[in-house]
């Protein structure tokens, strides 16, 4: 059953945003559509439930921004709205979508961009709310995950075939009767050159030999994600190894990359033993996501997790400072895939696809096929075989790694490079193509070719949130519409008249975002009822590095007060979020100084972290290290609270 107060919050809440719609573009809507306008979407929020703000109001705005891509028509068959009149378009926001659309749904050759900035931030924010979910939308994510495991297994006899035909001097066309032989270029719609697939493997696997070519994957400092991992151990446990497959200590020696010295090696020798060396499966967890089902994730075990986490960003390091690679495959920087969105709303030129099911595409045996081979025995080596499902059925991956591997990622994003950069007809082309994840931009003269080129190998094109047409371009989330960011403000927290953490540190973010983008009326409406359940809130102006709001009601009058003679400054008792830790003694010295050489020294370079086998001066030491040891930094996080500190 819903809560009635978060129901009669977010009644306030999309009353306010209409009212900001109205207060920032009145010429189009008038008082009179606000007020009508808000007695449709109260009086449907009450009969509806939160579905109306989760379903109804996402499924239109789906459909909105599908339009403006190109991909459809905007009408309201099947939105649940009636019709304007006169109009296909539907009534609830009518007055926006004729500044937008023409009257049969298409998209007018100069649309508002406000209207559509205005609309996407009705229709959009609240699609995410993390609500419950029923058990049959686990078993449609479990069973998507198996389907695509299905998908791969007739992928392999192809890419065997073309193993085989890269690695002779010929050249025939490459036949598969779903996609055919050869990959097509396209030039304002005319098909003008076509490519042999094996030439595009060929040059793919040429273009990643070339970016590691100096790269020595054995040179990495393994480390441990935040993640829960399959051999379930707490934090700290992770560094006490109980097991270690032999196929990694094949290639990243057990004394070298999992003890933190030789002294190390040394008094805890008689333990070798009982360290074992079988092969352990992962496992696969379901974690809360949206209202529209879980997230799937594999959880590595925890050897695999610590080589993989040291292998992954050493790749990372490596590709964004390559020449080739450099700024083009990004793994830490959305900005620039974020300003080639914005650009291209404007001029048309660059296009943004999105790949459905992308970490869950990507073939082992494609990975084989375009890496090279002295890198490929690394990442094999540290990539799980099977994981094991909620039901107890162990799969067998045919994929390379699922979510939840620290490789997936690094490696998705060179797979689709490399293929899109070997079938780019020309340099400037290429220099045109950038890639962070799944997310792609690329020139619009080329994106049917890019589609093409990625669906040849087994990757899937979700092309209802590809935007190759129209003003509206979507990536790393920028949603940019002729020049125009549109992004809107998304809730993921549902609202609670308790004083949690997560409440306080997620609505006060929401508040802040709706003041900087003028929305003065939801800023009031969402401040108004953190004072009630927090009571006062810090302002920014008050410069205190807790959570705050733009501007408060409250000021420095508001909270206790005193005066700090070591700082020389005054100090107030405000409300932070504070992690609950404690800390596992029974974790040994070795393990606890093992744990600080793999996460205090990150920002080091590689191997030199490690004090392996190196004769290192006390000076070179104190430059890496830039923090001293602590065995009280080393606890479990196990959850957060609110507490009041002196700032």
Avoid at 236 to 250: A, E, L, Q
Avoid at 376 to 383: M, N
Wanted: proline share 5%; aromatic share 10%.
């Amino acid at each position: 059953m819903e809560d009635n107060k978060s129901l009669d919050y977010f009644k306030e809440v999309i009353a306010a945003m209409l009212r900001d719609a109205h207060a920032s573009h009145g010429v189009v809507f008038n008082t009179k559509a606000l007020r009508l306008t808000t007695l449709k979407a109260v009086s449907r929020l009450g009969r509806e439930g939160l579905g109306f703000l989760t379903k109804t109001l996402s499924r239109l705005g789906k459909s909105f921004d599908q339009a403006l891509a190109g991909g459809n028509r905007f009408i309201c068959t099947g939105s649940g709205f009636s019709a304007l009149p006169g109009t296909e378009l539907p009534r609830f926001l009518g007055e926006f979508y004729v500044t937008i659309f023409a009257k049969d749904g298409t998209v007018l050759s100069d649309p508002d961009a406000k209207s559509v900035q205005i609309v996407r931030q009705l229709l959009i924010p609240f699609g995410k709310l993390k609500l419950p979910y029923e058990d049959s939308q686990e078993q449609e994510v479990i069973q998507a995950f198996k389907k695509a495991e299905d998908d791969l297994q007739g992928l392999s006899s192809y890419l065997k075939v073309l193993e085989d035909t890269c690695g002779t001097t010929t050249n025939p066309i490459i036949g598969r009767k779903w996609h055919g032989a050869q990959i097509d270029f396209y030039r304002d719609g005319q098909n003008v050159l076509f490519r042999p697939i094996a030439d595009v493997v060929r040059d793919a696997r040429k273009a990643l030999q070339k970016v590691f070519l100096t790269f020595n994957p054995s040179d990495i400092v393994p480390h441990h994600g935040p993640g829960a991992v399959a051999t379930k151990q707490s934090h700290s446990g992770k560094f006490r190894w109980v097991n270690v497959c032999s196929r990694i200590t094949d290639f990243y020696p057990y004394d070298e990359y999992f003890c933190s010295s030789q002294g190390h090696v040394c008094d805890t020798f008689r333990d070798f033993n009982r360290v074992g060396n079988r092969d352990l499966p992962a496992r696969v967890i379901l974690v809360p996501k949206d209202s529209r089902g879980p997230r799937l994730i594999s959880c590595e075990p925890v050897d695999f997790q610590w080589v993989q986490g040291g292998l992954g960003s050493a790749i990372v390091r490596h590709v964004e400072s390559h020449g080739l690679t450099k700024g083009h495959v990004n793994f830490t920087d959305q900005e620039v895939n974020r300003n080639k969105a914005l650009k291209g709303s404007i001029t048309g030129d660059d296009v943004t696809l999105d790949l459905k099911e992308a970490s869950d595409r990507v073939h082992l045996d494609l990975v084989r096929l375009l890496f090279p081979s002295g890198l490929y025995g690394y990442l094999e080596s540290c990539r799980s075989l099977s994981t094991v499902l909620p039901s107890g059925e162990e799969l067998r991956l045919r994929k390379f790694a699922p979510m939840g591997s620290a490789l997936c990622f690094p490696i998705l994003a060179l797979t689709i490079w490399s293929l899109l950069y070997a079938a780019a007809p020309d340099a400037n082309t290429r220099k045109s193509i950038f890639v962070y994840g799944d997310d792609v931009i690329v020139p619009k003269e080329f994106s049917l070719c890019a589609m093409a080129t990625l669906e040849a190998f087994g990757l899937m094109i979700n092309r209802s949130k590809s935007c190759c047409s129209g003003f509206f371009r979507e990536s790393c989330g920028m949603d940019a519409f002729k020049g125009v960011d549109v992004t809107p403000v998304r809730f993921r927290t549902v609202w609670q008249e308790l004083p949690r953490p997560d409440t306080y540190t997620s609505y006060l973010a929401y508040a802040n975002a709706f003041y900087d983008k003028g929305w003065a009326h939801t800023y009031e409406v969402i401040r108004e009822r953190l004072h009630a359940v927090f009571g006062a809130i810090p302002g920014d102006d008050m410069s205190l590095d807790v959570p705050s709001l733009r501007v408060s009601a409250s000021d420095g009058t508001n909270f206790p007060r005193r005066f700090n003679k070591n700082l020389q400054r005054f100090e107030y008792r405000v409300r932070m979020v504070s992690s609950v830790s404690h800390l596992e003694d029974s974790v040994c010295g070795w393990q606890k100084l093992l744990r600080f050489f793999s996460e205090a020294t990150v920002s080091a370079p590689p191997r030199s972290r490690f004090l392996l086998n190196k004769k290192i001066r006390r000076k070179e030491v104190d430059s890496m290290f830039t923090e001293p040891f602590s065995v009280s930094s080393y606890t479990d996080r196990r959850s957060s609270m609110l507490v009041r500190r002196w700032r």
